[in-house]
């Protein structure tokens, strides 16, 4: 049951990240494709950092060890959190959601788009200065998701805590 949730919140997640990115991408909005998805990796990364200080708070443990260790001051809880919430959420829908494979071919395509290159099937254009500009937004990318989790989680911490 636990890899039907997790697969059926993955697909939620794949879903959310393609409207949410193709919104991105429109030309109301016009963000070009490596940069829509910096902010949709920024926003599943903050929500994957509430989620587990959320689940750290209610279980004690961290859920991504197996032998965390308890914190005083946490509450018990075993039930639907530890069960369902961590997988289903957490690797499910984060997981769908956010996606590095997908920026690495944006940011390095076979020809590095030193260049101009071809519009995307969204109508962006896809140019980057040099060979190493997509290398670059992929740094600042992954930073900005390991800020962006480590805040969740500190928020999370801050707002549940008792």
Not at 11 to 37: C, E, N, Q, V
Not at 49 to 78: M, V
Not at 121 to 139: D, M, V
């Amino acid at each position: 049951m636990e890899i039907i949730a997790v697969m059926l919140a993955g697909g939620a997640g794949a879903i959310a990240r393609f409207g949410l990115d193709r919104r991105l991408k429109s030309a109301r909005i016009g963000m070009p494709a490596l940069t829509s998805l910096t902010v949709i990796n920024v926003i599943g990364s903050i929500v994957l950092g509430l989620l587990l200080g959320i689940a750290y708070i209610y279980s004690g443990a961290t859920p991504l060890s197996s032998h965390g260790e308890a914190i005083a001051g946490t509450r018990a809880n075993t039930g639907f959190l530890s069960a369902w919430m961590i997988p289903m959420l957490g690797i499910g829908f984060c997981g769908g959601f956010t996606t590095f494979s997908t920026a690495i071919v944006e940011a390095l395509p076979p020809r590095l788009r030193s260049h101009d290159g071809p519009a995307t099937e969204h109508g962006a254009s896809t140019k980057n200065p040099s060979p190493w500009a997509g290398f670059g937004q992929l740094l600042v990318m992954t930073a900005g998701c390991v800020v962006a989790a480590l805040l969740g989680y500190v928020v999370a911490l801050l707002l549940f805590a008792p």
